[in-house]
Nanobody, 122 residues
Framework: QVQLVESGGGLVQAGGSLRLSCAAS????????MGWFRQAPGKEREFVAV????????YYPDSVKGRFTISRDNAKNTVYLQMNSLKPEDTAVYYC???????????????WGQGTQVTVSS
């Protein structure tokens, strides 16, 4: 069982930066790959970033590549999402998730946080 709690969201102007954190409970954090997803009003939840269990592999969709960076600290049971050059279209609730398997699919993630709001003003 893994419990996830996100933090770090807020209101930022376009071009600004935010760093999201996701703290995990339990001793099994390092056995899960970790992903970040986001959901804007009226839209489906979409994949933002993923990092492997060891942190040696990451993947991003084109929409955030070069602007977002995912990292993890297994000693602290925490995964981060550094977001730079933010755009109004990045506005959404951001969720972290733990899972394994096909990491680009939401269905591969069995544990989800409650989400943190990110709002980017123009």
């Amino acid at each position: 069982q893994v419990q996830l709690v996100e933090s770090g969201g807020g209101l930022v102007q376009a071009g600004g930066s935010l760093r999201l954190s996701c703290a995990a409970s339990g001793r099994t954090f390092s056995t899960y790959a970790m992903g970040w997803f986001r959901q804007a009003p009226g839209k489906e939840r979409e994949f933002v970033a993923v990092i492997s269990r060891s942190g040696g592999w990451t993947y991003y969709p084109d929409s955030v590549k070069g602007r977002f960076t995912i990292s993890r600290d297994n000693a602290k049971n925490t995964v981060y999402l550094q977001m730079n050059s933010l755009k109004p279209e990045d506005t959404a609730v951001y969720y972290c998730a733990a899972g394994n398997g096909d990491l680009l699919k939401k269905s591969s993630y069995g544990y989800w946080g409650q989400g943190t709001q990110v709002t980017v003003s123009s």
